[in-house]
C-alpha cells in the first residue's frame, strides 16, 4: 500500500511538443530548457529520454547541467544565467558545458581561467533590465570573446519580458534593439525567443530557440491553455478519494471551517495537499475531476488532504475513485488561475512527495 498521489508524466508529450516548436521556427536550432527540474517533470527523466534528439539542453546553472551530466545525458547543456564564480569556467570546459555571460566579471574570469568553451551567449539587455549588457559595449564584449582564441562561437542572445502579451508593443522594441546591437557587431548568430515567441512573433531566421514551458504542454498566455494552442500537456497530477462523510445544509469543514455547505452533499477527502506542491491558495471551486466528473475543492487545502465536493451535488463520490487534481480534462493553467498563479509556478514548485511515474506512447501498444 502507499499513498496514492501520483504525477504522470508523458515523456512523448515532451517530445512532441519540442517537435513542434521547432515545427513553428523551422530554421532555428532549438534548446529543450529543463531548468528547475525540468519545471517539476524530473529533469533526468526527461533529459535522457529527449537526449538523441534535442539540438542542446538549457539549465540555469552548473549545478543542474552536472547533475545532468552525471545521469549519462551526452548532449551540449547551456548554463543560462552564465557562471557564478570564475572557477565553473574550467568545469564547463571539463563537461563540455556552453555558457551565457552577462559582464564584464565573467568575461575577466572567463579569460583568466584560459579555459575553452565551444559556445558563449553574450547576454544583451533589450529592455527586460535584469541581465545583460547594453548595445554599445555588445561589440567590444565579442572582440574580446573572439580575440581570447578560447570561444568557438559568439551567439547574442536576449530574454523578452512581455513576449506574452502579444498586444504589447515592448517585444517589438526590444526585438528592433536587438537587431540594432547585432548591426553594431556584424554578423553573429541569433537566440531570442523563449515559448512565447516561438508561438506568437516573428524572431530571427536561423540561430537558437529556447522553449520551457511549451515542451511541458502548458501556456505561457493568460486565458489559453496549452492544449487550445495545439500543444500535449505532459503531467497529469492524480490521487484518490480516501474518505467520504455527508454533510449537512450548514456543515462548515476545514482549517478555520471556511467551507460552508450549501445543501446537503456527500463530502470527499482526497491524499493531497500543498506538502505535495498542490497551491495552498487554491480557493473554494478550484476545479477538479473524481471518477471523470466535474468536482471541486470545497475548504482550505491542508498539507496532506483536500476536501472537495461534486459540481452536480447529485453526484456522489466514493472511497477509492480516482481524482485528477490537473492533466487531461483539467488544465493546470486554469487550477492555476484559481490558486492566482500560472501553470509554470504549479508544475515548478512540485515536491518530491509525490510518486513520480513516466509514460511513454509504446507502454500503450
Ligand atoms: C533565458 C531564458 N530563456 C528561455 C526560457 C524559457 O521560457 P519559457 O518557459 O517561457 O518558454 C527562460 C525561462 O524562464 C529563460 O530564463
Known amino acids: ?81 552564465g557562471v557564478f564564480e570564475g572557477s565553473e569556467w574550467a568545469l564547463c570546459e571539463q563537461y563540455g558545458f556552453w555558457s551565457a555571460l552577462e559582464n564584464a566579471q565573467q568575461l575577466d574570469e572567463l579569460v583568466a581561467s584560459r579555459a575553452k568553451i565551444e559556445k558563449v551567449f553574450l547576454k544583451l539587455d533589450s529592455g527586460m533590465h535584469r541581465l545583460g549588457v547594453e548595445k554599445e559595449v555588445a561589440p567590444s564584449f565579442v572582440s574580446a570573446l573572439k580575440d581570447s582564441d578560447q570561444v568557438g562561437e559568439v551567439v547574442l542572445m536576449t530574454h523578452f519580458s512581455c513576449a506574452d502579451d502579444v498586444s504589447d508593443l515592448t517585444t517589438m522594441q526590444q526585438l528592433t534593439y536587438f537587431e540594432q546591437a547585432r548591426q553594431l ?40 491553455s496549452g492544449r487550445a494552442l495545439g500543444l500535449r500537456p505532459a503531467m497529469t497530477l492524480s490521487s484518490k478519494v480516501i474518505s467520504t462523510r455527508p454533510l449537512k445544509k450548514g456543515d462548515r469543514v476545514g482549517y478555520g471551517l471556511g467551507y460552508v455547505a450549501a445543501e446537503d452533499h456527500i463530502l470527499a477527502t482526497v491524499a493531497v495537499g500543498y506538502g ?49 487534481l490537473w492533466g487531461g480534462e483539467v488544465p493546470v493553467e486554469e487550477v492555476a488561475d484559481y490558486a492566482g498563479t500560472i501553470g509554470y509556478e504549479l508544475v515548478t514548485r512540485m515536491t518530491a512527495r509525490p510518486h513520480y511515474r513516466y509514460i511513454r506512447d509504446s507502454d500503450s501498444l
Open 1 to 81: 500500500m502507499a499513498r496514492p498521489l501520483t504525477a504522470t508524466v508523458d515523456l512523448d508529450a515532451i517530445l512532441q511538443n519540442y517537435r513542434y516548436a521547432k515545427k513553428l521556427q523551422p530554421t532555428c536550432k532549438a534548446f529543450a530548457v529543463v531548468k528547475s527540474n525540468a519545471y517539476g517533470h524530473g529533469a533526468v527523466e526527461v533529459s535522457r529520454y529527449l537526449d538523441e534528439e534535442v539540438d542542446a539542453f538549457a539549465v540555469a546553472a552548473i549545478e543542474e547541467a552536472m547533475a545532468l551530466r552525471d545521469a549519462g545525458v551526452t548532449s551540449p547543456i547551456l548554463l543560462l544565467e
Open 185 to 224: 557587431i556584424g554578423d553573429i548568430p541569433a537566440s531570442v525567443a523563449n515559448s512565447a515567441a516561438i508561438m506568437k512573433w516573428s524572431v530571427p531566421e536561423g540561430g537558437w530557440i529556447r522553449p520551457g514551458i511549451m515542451l511541458y504542454g502548458i501556456s505561457p498566455f493568460a486565458e489559453v
Open 276 to 324: 505535495d506542491g498542490y497551491p495552498r491558495h487554491a480557493e473554494k471551486d478550484t476545479p477538479l475531476q473524481i471518477d471523470g466528473k466535474p468536482a471541486c475543492l470545497a475548504g482550505r487545502v491542508s498539507m496532506d488532504m483536500i476536501t472537495v465536493r461534486m459540481q452536480d451535488f447529485a453526484d456522489k463520490p466514493a472511497m477509492g475513485q480516482e481524482v485528477v
